[in-house]
Nanobody, 130 residues
């Protein structure tokens, strides 16, 4: 049984920063494409960021330039650094692994990512007050 355990959520004022962590119990999955998702009350789940096995990253347009996804394979940990937070970022954040990364076959450009047969963490709440 693969387990993903998130941490690092909390309450912060607008403009502040948080770093989320996701420890993956099985190192195999930490080497696959992994992603962060979030879901706000009354809204559908949305992808936030993903990182492929070669280190390529992809971000949702509404977090690009503010969030950074990276991982430490030695520690089987996925991170999401969130800066310049706004109330729009308030949500429950989940990590998922593996996810299917969509890469352009010719250029290798990272097109998107979808959770398919993914393991999920329990979620960590991020609340941003204005």
């Amino acid at each position: 049984q693969v387990q993903l355990v998130e941490s690092g959520g909390g309450s912060v004022q607008a403009g502040g920063s948080l770093r989320l962590s996701c420890v993956v119990s099985n190192y195999i999955y930490s080497t696959y494409c992994m992603g962060w998702f979030r879901q706000a009350p009354g809204k559908v789940r949305e992808g936030v960021a993903a990182i492929d096995s070669d280190g390529a990253t992809k971000y949702a347009d509404n977090v690009k330039g503010r969030f950074s996804i990276f991982k430490d394979n030695a520690d089987n940990t996925l991170y999401l650094q969130m800066n310049s937070l706004s109330s729009e970022d308030t949500a429950m954040y989940y990590c998922a692994a593996p996810v299917r990364c969509q890469r352009d076959r010719v250029s290798g450009r990272f097109m998107g990512w979808v959770p398919i047969d993914s393991y999920w963490g329990q979620g960590t709440q991020v609340t941003v007050s204005s």
